[in-house]
């Protein structure tokens, strides 16, 4: 384990902070392994000494790591190669190494936070991770969304040529712009996942579009360069000359584009991404939904007529605590890569396999909603980018594991999308390159 407090606390530059945590990247002497990382730590509201003391002790037993990190390393990393996750890694802090660094970093904190809170003394453990973003380069964030069409067999007569046509994604981002929660995007997954050079780059170019038209406030795409996120009206700063102005808004969208699809064809991220959420989400919301009330009718003190309908993932006689453990995820990871799940049928699953149904729906949720870093050159105008990096710089991030008490709210969720969708006349045809 890598000794953090053998740093000094100067080591430590502030990035950013969120409403729990606070990011610092290493910029002391060249040293393995705080080279390229960030240190990230846990916030807590100004406290009084007295609860700070109980805090403490009560930290004695903290869990041996992260959630995330164990969820990463137990689970993800065996269905995505290490080489595409970020480095995580549990740190030991001690109080007094966190008040001092905390001294020397809260003057570049905004005052609006530190009114508010402050780095957590009572913690004894951080995470140390791969900084994605920091260095003399151009970080693209994207995240990518739903990236396959449903198989058909468990799908409605209503909802099966609706679903069939249009994507996931391109349904709800209609919903929501009726609802005036998002601009109307072009940008459609099933282009990016193509592996169709033209495909892939207008899904680049329909995000840049969003991008820029919403003020940078859509989701799917962020920029990055020198460590700084960027506004539409930085565009220069992705340049490794920002004072070169000879460029229009439209060269510089050039160059970005032909950079980040130099890196996209190269990479088997994409495609890995695919596979799992069309492996993982192979009924359908409709078709677990429907496996789920079959399995409860089987049960003997549910089958009669005026046993309450439990909706889908919530505790019943047969799954008395839904929410799975890191053990749950381990032996669901082996039941998914073995033969097990290649000899099921899934146009006829069994009540008998409910949970691995419910468990595998929820990851391919996880990696419906993760996102991808994109790590490239800063651009330079009037050059194209063919040139290959020595190292695949594609990075996924964001797999947390998502919880049962979800999957109620989607299925209602993915009802109303869809009906919204039927009665708004919507018609777009999204074509899904793998379908088998
Ligand atoms: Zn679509």
Same mark, same amino acid.
């Given at each position: 384990m890598a000794n953090i407090l053998k740093t000094h606390q100067s080591d430590w530059k502030y990035v950013s902070e969120g409403g729990a945590t606070i990011v610092l990247s290493y910029i002391g002497p060249s040293r393995i392994p705080f080279d390229g990382k960030v240190l990230r730590l846990r916030k807590s509201k100004r406290q009084h000494p007295e609860v700070v003391d109980q805090l403490r002790d009560s930290?004695?037993?903290?869990?041996?790591?992260d959630p995330t990190i164990d969820f990463q390393s137990k689970c993800m990393a065996r269905l995505i190669p290490p080489e595409h996750l970020p480095d995580l890694e549990t740190v030991l802090l001690d109080d007094h190494w966190l008040e001092q660094l905390a001294l020397l970093q809260?003057?570049?904190?905004?005052q609006s936070r530190r009114e508010e809170d402050g780095i957590d003394?009572?913690?004894?453990k951080g995470v140390l991770a791969t900084?994605?973003?920091?260095?003399n380069e151009l970080s693209v964030e994207i995240k990518p969304k739903w990236g396959f069409l449903p198989q058909p067999?468990?799908?409605?007569l209503d909802t099966g040529p609706i679903k069939l046509r249009t994507c996931r994604f391109c349904m709800h981002n209609n919903l929501r712009a009726q609802r005036g929660q998002s601009l109307p995007m072009k940008y459609c997954p099933l282009d990016l996942f193509s592996g169709d050079i033209n495909r892939v780059s207008k899904a680049i170019s329909n995000l840049w579009d969003s991008w820029s038209k919403s003020e940078s406030t859509i989701n799917n795409l962020k920029i990055f360069a020198r460590g700084k996120l960027l506004h539409p009206?930085?565009?220069?700063?992705?340049?490794?000359?920002?004072?070169? @102005? *000879?460029?229009?808004l439209d060269h510089i969208k050039s160059a970005f584009t032909s950079a980040l699809l130099c890196c996209l064809m190269q990479t088997p991220v994409l495609q890995i991404l695919s596979k799992l959420q069309r492996t993982l989400d192979v009924l359908d919301i409709e078709g677990l939904s429907s496996l789920w009330r079959r399995t409860l009718s089987s049960h003997p003190s549910l089958a009669s007529e005026s046993a309450p309908a439990i909706p889908?993932?919530?505790?019943?006689p047969f799954l008395s605590s839904p929410e799975p453990n890191i053990i749950d995820w381990e032996t669901f990871i082996d039941s998914f890569l073995s033969p097990f799940s290649s000899g099921l049928d899934h146009l006829q699953p069994?009540?008998?396999?409910i949970r691995y149904y419910l468990l595998a729906y929820l990851l391919s949720a996880t990696v419906k909603d993760c996102s991808i870093i994109v790590r490239t050159d800063l651009l330079q105008l009037g050059? @194209? *980018?063919?040139k290959r990096k020595n190292t695949d710089s594609v990075t996924v991030i964001d797999l947390d594991p998502k919880k049962m008490d979800k999957l109620n709210k989607w299925e209602k969720l993915d009802a109303e999308i869809v009906n919204a969708y039927h009665n708004n006349g919507g018609s777009k045809i999204c074509i899904d390159a793998w379908r088998g």
């Open positions: 930290r004695l037993d903290e869990a041996p790591d809260d003057p570049h904190r905004p003394f009572t913690r004894k900084d994605l973003i920091g260095g067999a468990h799908l409605s009206s930085q565009v220069n700063e992705m340049l490794s000359d920002p004072g070169d @102005t *000879s460029g229009s889908l993932g919530v505790s019943s069994k009540a008998e396999n050059k @194209t *980018s063919s």
